[in-house]
């Protein structure tokens, strides 16, 4: 689970040219403008991550014009991810220790957009237990996996901005979930409409085994249509064996989309060897969509070439231990209002 707030160190304070009351400063791996002489390099402060909903509390006032939520923000040319609170805002008998998760104590919780109606559909249970969500965890709190896996070879993917939707077979019963949900078929909802547009069920059930698939569905009437399409479609990002409990390495991946003729996410490098600086990977992030030359790509998804699972790594940081995480492009999040 992300921890949107939390005890960290500022390790590094950087100047702002023309600027003399606010400063940069480095937290995990965050850029954050905070004020000048605020804090020293080394010292605790709060801090709370981008899409963070906080509470109508008079610490917060300054954040209501924003609905209470922390976004993306440039101040004085610098882009600035999150913020930084002195620990004063704390009165709590625990020790605070680097890392502290903090957010119940303060009521923070995660913003989340609206669903459409087209998207929500009628509920047929919560999302199955034996598929993973396909959640990515930010890279900038994976500065220690980053170090550890610095330089093998991985292959990069666009993060497409749409809505999530995982299409599964098991047992012979076919399955569609939103990103939280299983959903019964209905002719208003968007992900039943593309499952069979795009004859889905019929495509999974030549594999003959137990499987989901997961994806993007992108285009009018979701996330704006960043990418101008013409109706709906999926792009491909996962394909999870249900009875082995694994995702398939990168080769086998291309070999079963192309079989079950279903399009995968743009594939942006498949031979990039991964560096631990992240400022780097958040460089590599800025570019325009494959899909849209005219609109900022919400960013890159990285993984090896062979799948990975490593939970001491990890540390109950990346999801299910998976070695999969994301890089969301700056320019993106200023450009929507993220």
Known sequence: ?????????????????????????????????????????GDKCIYCEIDSLMPNRPEFEFLKPRAMRIRTVRLRGQVSQGICFPLTLLSIDTKIEEGLDVTEILGITKYEAPIPASLSGKVKGSFPSFIPKSDETRVQVLQTVLDKYNGITCYVTEKLDGSSVTYFIKNGEFGVCSRNLELLETEENTFWKVARQLDIENKLRTLNRNCAIQGELIGENVQSNKYKLRGQTVKFFNFFDIDKR??????????????????????????YSLTNDIESLVKTSVAKSVLNLEAWREGIVIRPLTETIDYIASGGLLHNDRLSFKVINPEFLLKYGE
Do not use: C, H, T
């Open 246 to 271: 694994q995702y398939v390495s990168f080769s086998e991946f291309k070999q079963l989309f192309k079989k079950l003729d279903l399009d995968i996410v743009p594939i942006i490098d498949e031979n």
């Open 1 to 41: 689970m992300r921890n949107l707030a939390s005890i960290q160190i500022i390790k590094e304070l950087i100047p702002i040219e023309g600027a003399d009351a606010i400063e940069i400063a480095a937290v995990l791996g965050w850029r954050v403008v905070v004020k000048k002489g605020e804090f020293k390099i």
